[in-house]
């Protein structure tokens, strides 16, 4: 018979794009520390670039500057904002990248979190609009004085398929990148077998899943109500917004699941139907990403998840049902 040999991987986690990211390469090839090192690097940038926490990053020169002229930005940073006025624009403005002055309200995921008055929300609300956002090639206009940009739930789908891109230049085919729970899984494991993604139980202890997809050469990517909250008075405040009321989205839905080939997709999908819910965002989907599965896991406990999914799911929960 055969000889069993495990590959250990090589792997290094840092600090950045505000989450804990974890690089796992699991060729056996003498560039996989050096390919590591790059993609940490490659992070650090995009982070400099595209942080809405750092003063003199390009976005926060935009939101500084856009309202007085025309600022010019980056061809990465214009790429990504794109993208997410595309988002913007097929989901009504569920997903909108001009969230930034209601995220910063709520603060949520800091210290300094809390519920914000109604009255400030209202005076926000407005501003929140992506059709506030002008680009015109790289040039950025904002046309009301409030808004900001915030590329927060689609920076590190984009970030891991850079990171994706450094690592295939560096001739690595089998790796696991994960930037904060956005994952990207490349090539198969070292068997050969597809890799195994476990979807998080969001009522569980971290690890806990619902079950696994099989993927290789896919992002997935979820977005939940259970990373970043805090609770007043028994109620969960949690860190996606509903544009239309400035308040943490109420859709039915704890957490949703997307697949895709591209990361950029996949995050800025996820949180797209998340605001939409289960319903409007299997619509969605038909529409607009057919490439795409997800799986939602709604309030009421059932799971439902689009026809392409149920190959690659295998479902090991108990806690919840499968839904329509
Ligand atoms: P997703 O669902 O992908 O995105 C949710 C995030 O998108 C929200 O946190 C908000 O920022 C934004 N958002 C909310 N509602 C909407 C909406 N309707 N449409 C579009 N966007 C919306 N966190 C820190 O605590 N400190 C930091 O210094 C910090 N720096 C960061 C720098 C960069 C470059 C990036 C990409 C992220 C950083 N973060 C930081 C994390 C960030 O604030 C978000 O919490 C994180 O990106 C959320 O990702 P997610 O996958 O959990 O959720
Ligand atoms: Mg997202
Ligand atoms: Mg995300």
New binding site residues.
């Given amino acids: 018979f055969s000889s069993c040999r495990v590959i250990e991987p090589v792997g290094k986690t840092e600090f950045v794009?505000?989450?804990v990211c974890t690089i796992s390469v699991y060729d056996n090839t003498k560039k996989a520390s050096q390919a590591i090192d790059e993609v940490f690097a490659a992070l650090k940038e995009?982070?400099k670039k595209?942080?809405?926490?750092d003063e003199s990053s390009m976005i926060s020169r935009i939101n500084k500057y856009a309202y007085s002229r025309d600022v010019s930005a980056d061809e990465e940073t214009a790429f990504i904002l794109k993208k997410a006025m595309e988002y913007a624009e097929k989901s009504g403005g569920?997903?909108?990248?001009a969230?930034g002055a209601i995220?910063k309200l709520w603060n949520?995921?800091?210290e300094d979190a809390r519920v914000p008055s109604e009255n400030e929300i209202e005076k926000l609300l407005l501003s929140a609009d992506y059709q506030n956002i002008n680009i015109r090639e790289t040039s950025i206009r904002l046309l009301n004085p409030d808004t900001r940009i915030?590329?927060?739930?689609?920076?590190?789908g984009y970030?891991s398929d850079i990171a994706r891109d450094i690592l295939k230049k560096n001739g690595i085919t089998r790796a696991i990148i994960d930037l904060?729970?956005?994952i990207y899984a490349m090539g198969k494991r070292p068997t050969g077998e597809e890799w195994r993604i476990g979807i998080q139980d969001p009522r569980g202890d971290k690890g806990i899943y619902i079950g696994i997809v099989h993927v290789s050469d896919m992002a997935v990517?979820?977005?939940g109500d259970y990373?970043?909250f805090f609770t007043v008075n028994g109620k969960r405040y949690h860190?996606?917004?509903?544009?239309t009321s400035g308040y943490p989205?109420e859709n039915g839905l704890l957490s949703v699941s997307v697949i895709s080939k591209s990361g950029i997709d996949a995050?800025a999908l996820?949180?797209t139907l998340?605001?939409l819910g289960a319903d409007k965002g299997k619509d969605f989907i038909k529409k607009y990403a057919k490439d795409a599965e997800a799986v939602f896991i709604t309030t009421d406990r059932r799971i439902i998840t689009t026809d392409g999914l149920k190959d690659i799911l295998d479902i090991t929960t108990t806690n919840y049902q499968l839904g329509k």
Wanted: hydrophobic share 45%; glycine share 12%; no cysteine.
């Fill in positions: 794009l505000g989450t995009l982070e595209l942080s809405a926490n569920a997903f909108d990248p969230i995220v949520i995921g800091t915030d590329l927060g739930a689609i920076a590190k970030a904060g729970g956005n990517v979820t977005s990373e970043r860190h996606i917004i509903d544009p989205a995050d996820s949180t998340f605001v």
